[in-house]
């Protein structure tokens, strides 16, 4: 997924249930991808989880962004020093 | 909060050009003000026009923009709104057109000669990233650092100098509501205008254009260093209480349930303040026939001003208060940022039968009527979701058929209130299952592909701007009267010419009937012999003929030829198969107007030439089944046709919801009559 030699917690973004973390990539369909990029949501943000379950919210560059799991799933995100943040996925 | 009384102030800028300079170019020069969506890029507009702006469609397109021109310290210059937009690598029809039209390759349309970049400035960064794409376009580039007291008041500080310096632009902070730096920003613009000076990409900004696969990380890295280097304060305090908020709206549950309120109250509001002005309409219309009635001299001139073109008209102006409050309340609930987290809410639900969560609020907003919803579908980004929207919107119960469903409950149930109210939910619930199943049906087959998944902005709650919804609802009120009002005055006129013609003389009237008239004349029953006079007419008229000539194909369906020259008059207008039955039952074309206990008095005992009634249940469900399903409203179509920008969406909505209709309501007659 990532280069990063130093991953930590690499985990889908809908599999997060709070806390924050960096976006590491989007590997959605171009349209989809150019809208989750344009508002913030792209390699290298700080997302931090709102509320979580689906769709879910996230705070990204100063505001906030609704969207459905199913492409949250697309986003892969490296947990940052965060106690609240869990996993729910294997 | 500024003061909403303080957003209806006139604008700032005069209109006439009184100062003047030699170096003005040469015709007016274009200024585009881009923004992202919720930057205040309407106000902002609305702030430097007022009332003078003018929609338009981009050409070639749908899409509509607003434009004004006006006079900046002696340049002539024209102001169009461009469509909100969040990155130039546009995922939209809307978002596309603004791009071209900012790169000049819109065709009919020059690049303008100053961009405004509207810059919200109580989220700095996430705006800068759309600024810095715009800046690498080479045009010369405003900001305007708008909302600016706004974030002030959130503790937060600019340093202007250090912002102009990395964006290479000049940079001026204003407030759209309250007027603040308006004055700068058309002194800046001026000045830009007549210097035409690209703008000096800081070399940090020059870098994010050399490579293209990373941009949005190296724009964003960029947008970072200048917030930072340049606005100080924390103002992530100010989102606290739209979170707060949003733990209860955008709660799985508790999230509908506000919904549901929210848009109970809408129409409540809708359907009740309404009354009043529909009621003045209708009357004033009434009179204004009744005067014109007067003064004409007799006869089918008389006729055609009358009952053609004042009734017509009338007819549909009186939906138009309804239409005005529909547009005016959703503008304020889309100013105030509910409607995002309505789609927010919603989206899980309509995925389910493959539509977006946006495409809620126009299938409700049908419910009153289906032109300003399918105006309203503009939001659904991804055109197979809209088109398969406006395709089964007509399905919603809209207001214009209220009428026909009284008429309907009143003859089945005249003494059941419960089971007349059961009938009249039942109606509204048939509209709403088959149009969800349509678009069902449409999303698998012809708008084949997958519903595009959420995403949306969820902006801070705001006090929404009565100004900047009177102006919407304005522009939008207009819409409806230019394209619906001229179909429906065409119709109207056409269909008053079928009824007329050919004429009927005393002569030509079966000996029954010349016997009747004469026996009633002399008992001096002068109005029930116009009344036999003008069932006999319409039915020696073409719509008469007509009917009779279509009656084997409607009797499947339970129609006598009567009902079916009600349905086909009501084609271009559901409501009027009411005045037309009136009429062709004997009762007068006021009938209807005297008391709806007459006409459904008469309806109950018609009977057909075997003596069996007319109006059996069979009957009268088999009509309510047809006029829920049926397309019979010409100003939809010709809005269908404006928004979709081809015939061939609304001849497929008449064509489907026709054949629904028909088959349906023959299922329905050859059900009940079985029982």
């Known amino acids: 997924m990532s280069n990063s030699p130093q991953v930590i917690a690499l985990l889908p973004l809908s599999a997060m249930i709070g806390g924050e973390a960096r976006v590491m990539s989007v590997e959605a369909e171009t349209a989809d991808a150019s809208r989750l990029m344009a508002l913030g949501i792209c390699v290298g943000r700080r997302v931090e989880i709102v509320k979580a379950g689906d769709p879910l919210i996230v705070r990204v560059v100063g505001a906030r962004v609704g969207l459905s799991a199913r492409l949250a799933a697309a986003v892969m995100v490296d947990m940052v020093g965060s106690s609240t943040g869990a996993t729910t996925a294997a | 909060m500024s003061s909403t009384l303080n957003e209806l102030d006139l604008p700032v800028l005069a209109s006439g050009g009184a100062a003047s300079s030699a170096a003005t170019p040469a015709g007016p020069v274009t200024i585009a003000l881009v923004g992202n969506p919720n930057a205040g890029k309407t106000s902002l507009f609305n702030r430097l026009t007022g009332l003078r702006a003018k929609t338009a469609n981009f050409p070639g397109t749908t899409v509509e923009h607003r434009r004004a021109s006006l006079a900046l310290d002696g340049v002539a210059a024209t102001l169009i709104d461009l469509p909100g937009l969040y990155s130039l690598d546009a995922t939209t029809p809307d978002e596309q057109i603004a791009a071209d039209a ?42 305007a650092l708008n909302l600016s007291d706004v974030a002030e008041r959130q503790g937060l500080t600019f340093n202007l100098e250090e912002l102009r310096e990395r964006l290479g632009c000049p940079v001026v902070a204003v407030s759209a509501r309250t007027g603040r730096g308006i004055d700068e920003l058309v002194q800046v613009v001026t000045d830009a205008a007549r210097q035409q000076a690209s703008p000096e990409l800081h070399a940090d900004l020059a870098a994010c254009g050399s490579c293209r696969g990373c941009q949005y990380s190296a724009r964003y890295d960029w947008a970072e260093s200048v917030r930072a280097l ?46 009043f002005p529909m009621d003045l309409i209708d009357g004033l219309f009434s009179l204004t026939a ?21 009734g017509g008209v009338g007819g549909m102006l009186v939906f138009l208060p309804q239409i005005c409050l529909l547009f005016f309340l959703l503008a304020l609930l889309e100013d105030s940022g509910y409607m995002a987290r309505a789609a927010f809410v919603m989206d899980r639900l309509m995925q389910r039968v493959g539509l977006p969560g946006k495409a809620f609020v126009p299938l409700l907003s049908a419910h009153a009527c289906a032109i300003p919803a399918i105006m309203s579908t503009r939001v659904i980004e991804d055109r197979r979701d809209r088109l398969a929207t406006i395709l089964v919107l007509p399905l919603m119960t809209c207001s214009a058929r209220i009428p026909v469903y009284a008429m309907v409950t009143a003859l089945l149930f005249p003494h059941a209130p419960l089971k007349a109210a059961g009938l009249f939910a039942g109606a509204y619930a048939l509209g709403i299952v088959t149009a969800l199943a349509v678009a069902w049906v449409f999303k698998r087959t012809l708008l084949k592909g997958p ?49 007329t013609y050919p004429k009927t003389s005393m002569e030509q009237m079966p000996a029954k009937v010349q016997a009747e008239l004469l026996a009633m004349s002399a008992a001096g029953n002068d109005a029930g012999a116009d009344r036999l ?16 000539a279509v009656e084997p194909a409607f009797a499947p369906l339970g129609f006598d030829w009567k009902m079916s020259v009600g349905v086909l008059s009501s084609f271009a207008a559901r409501e009027v198969i009411v005045s037309t039955m009136a009429v062709l039952y004997g009762l007068g074309a006021d009938g209807a107007d005297d008391g ?58 008449l064509g489907y919801m026709t054949a629904l209709a028909y088959v349906a309501a023959m299922a329905t007659y050859q059900a009940a009559s079985f029982f």
């Not at chain 2, 989220?123 to 045009?139: D, I, M, Y």
């Not at chain 2, 009635?293 to 001003?305: E, F, T």
């Not at chain 2, 003008?534 to 009917?547: H, K, P, T």
Request: charged fraction near 15%; proline fraction near 3%.
């Open chain 2, 230 to 275: 340049s606005v100080r304060g924390d103002a992530s305090r100010a989102g606290r209480a739209s979170e707060a908020i949003d733990r209860v709206l955008t709660h799985r549950v508790a999230g509908l349930a506000c919904f549901a309120a929210v848009m109970a109250l809408t129409f409540l509001v809708i359907f009740w303040a309404a009354t």
């Open chain 2, 102 to 143: 900012l790169r000049g390759r819109l065709a009919g349309m020059d690049a303008p000669d100053v961009i405004l970049q509207v810059v919200d400035a109580t989220n700095l960064e996430r705006n800068l990233f759309l600024t810095s794409q715009v800046l690498h376009l080479g045009r010369p580039v405003v900001a």
């Open chain 2, 596 to 653: 709806v206990d007459s006409l459904l008095g008469s309806l109950r005992t018609v009977t057909r030439a075997d003596g069996s009634l007319v109006f059996t249940t069979a009957t009268c469900l088999s009509l309510l089944v047809f006029y829920v399903l049926a397309m019979q409203c010409l100003p939809t179509q010709a809005v269908t046709r404006r928004e979709t920008g081809s015939w061939k969406w609304p001849l497929l909505q």
């Open chain 2, 290 to 310: 009744q005067t014109v009635g007067r003064w004409l001299p007799a006869g089918d001139l008389n006729s055609l001003v009358t009952d053609g073109v004042i």
């Open chain 2, 533 to 548: 006079t003008q069932q006999v007419e319409l039915e020696y008229s073409f719509a008469g003929r007509i009917g009779r």
């Open chain 2, 451 to 499: 519903t595009r998944p959420l995403v949306i902005e969820l902006p801070n709650y705001r006090l929404p701007s009565l100004r900047n919804a009177l102006l919407l609802t304005y522009d939008r009120a207009r819409a409806f009267v230019t394209t619906a009002g001229t179909t429906i005055l065409v119709i109207s006129v056409v269909l008053w010419a079928l009824a």
